[in-house]
Nanobody, 114 residues
Framework: QVQLVESGGGLVQAGGSLRLSCAASGSIFAIITMGWYRQAPGKQRELVALITSGGRPSYADSVKGRFTISRDNGKNTVYLQMNSLKPEDTAVYYC????????WGQGTQVTVSS
């Protein structure tokens, strides 16, 4: 019964900010690498950011300096703070957990208007 539930998506103007959350529940008893991917219409799903069990973040070049991934292990939650949003950031954002064969959230829509 492992579940990843995303929230925080929405519509924002270019230059604005959003904060995505991913709450993990179920049979995950270890602190593991988690991350965020995104998929725009007609495009392949791409990695946005990862955070290791020790809290080390990594980012796609396209979001470096604008996005911040973090985690709260006590709440079993991973966050993605997105600042200075651009229209090209528009996509469905998916939470990912590198546990066993991997788990995905249902996705949350982020739309950035120009």
């Amino acid at each position: 019964q492992v579940q990843l539930v995303e929230s925080g998506g929405g519509l924002v103007q270019a230059g604005g900010s959003l904060r995505l959350s991913c709450a993990a529940s179920g049979s995950i008893f270890a602190i593991i690498t988690m991350g965020w991917y995104r998929q725009a219409p007609g495009k392949q799903r791409e990695l946005v950011a990862l955070i290791t069990s020790g809290g080390r973040p990594s980012y796609a070049d396209s979001v470096k300096g604008r996005f911040t991934i973090s985690r709260d292990n006590g709440k079993n939650t991973v966050y993605l703070q997105m600042n200075s949003l651009k229209p090209e950031d528009t996509a469905v954002y998916y939470c990912y957990a590198d546990y066993r064969s991997g788990y995905w959230g249902q996705g949350t829509q982020v739309t950035v208007s120009s």
